[in-house]
């Protein structure tokens, strides 16, 4: 059909191409991210290897609801995405941008909880440097300084996430995607998707350290 | 497009997993399994990884092409990882 052509651009062959294209294209970034993230998991590995229990005593001092909370909405903040990309598929023009809103809804619902957390650990003295509770090692202040470093990059991630899928969703009020290309919606989930794969391996790592031992 | 479309209830069935996992992994924490707790915490959140790779990142359904590119992001984590650990491992003196 002629109206197939207009969102084909000139070095691709087919719709099929493009989007294939577009999909390599986002994980060699995703694969960037990965390993941008690595080293500071490589980092986190390293000393918590060297100094278990200044890692244990830090993670005890982690929110554990507010985390597990946390994680579950990021998760279905993923459902949210996914479904945005198969209303997308099928043309659906009301139902994309409606999960889109949901999935910027829970990525508002993260920060929060995790704005509360960075408050409770402002009000404790968990801050690294000077004011760092004496009470403490400073091993336990290498673990808090990951913990900072790793949900603090994260929380930027999300927000950027925010920001993308804000534009998506304002594209998408204009002019819904269709079966035809939806290629912006699916590629804009893939990062999102990450950014909720990165959170379900700090979750486990940040909060879940020797929490058997009372 | 030939793209595949995955069911709305196979979203439904995975993000179902994944809420039960994190319940898996939060009563594995509780439990004293030393020295295993940190192995059982990473297998679980490598399993709840795959299946938001594999599903809800649509990698089950793309080309094999894409399944290299996103495999050599993390084999190449696996190695940064591998080799660090080894090196301060083998270091004596050095440890827990």
Do not use: C
Not at chain 1, 124 to 143: A, D
């Amino acid at each position: 059909m002629q109206g197939d052509k207009i969102m084909l651009a000139e070095q691709f062959d087919t719709m099929e191409q493009q989007h294939d294209a577009a999909r390599l294209g986002v994980w060699v970034f995703l694969a960037t991210e990965v390993l941008f993230f690595g080293g500071l998991f490589t980092g986190y590995t390293v000393y918590r290897y060297l100094y278990p229990q200044a890692f244990a005593v830090g993670s005890n001092h982690n929110n554990l609801f507010l985390g597990t909370l946390n994680t579950a909405v990021l998760l279905t903040s993923s459902l949210a995405m996914a479904l945005a990309v198969h209303a997308a598929q099928l043309g659906k023009a009301k139902a994309q941008f409606r999960w889109l809103l949901i999935t910027i809804a829970f990525a508002f619902g993260f920060l929060v909880i995790k704005a509360i957390e960075y408050h409770e650990h402002f009000n404790e003295h968990l801050w690294p440097g000077p004011g760092f509770t004496r009470e403490m090692s400073n091993k336990t202040e290498l673990f808090f300084i990951f913990y900072w470093v790793m949900t603090g990059l994260h929380a930027i991630h999300v927000i950027v996430g925010i920001g993308i899928l804000g534009v998506i969703a304002w594209i998408v009020r204009r002019r819904p995607f269709t079966g035809h290309y939806y290629s912006p919606m699916e590629m804009s989930g893939l990062y999102w998707h990450f950014v909720d794969i990165v959170w379900v391996f700090l979750y486990p790592l940040l909060y879940l350290i020797n929490r058997h031992v009372s | 497009m030939s793209a595949h479309i995955v069911p709305v209830r196979t979203y439904l069935v995975i993000w179902l997993s994944l809420m039960l996992l994190l319940f898996a992994t939060l009563g594995l924490a509780e439990l004293d399994l030393n020295p295993f707790n940190a192995v059982a915490a990473m297998t679980v959140a490598v399993i709840k990884m795959l299946l938001i790779l594999l599903y809800f990142m649509h990698v089950k359904f793309s080309s094999r092409l894409t399944w290299i590119v996103a495999a050599a992001g993390f084999l190449w984590l696996a190695i940064m990882l591998t080799l660090t650990l080894t090196d301060y491992m083998a270091r004596g003196g050095l440890g827990p």
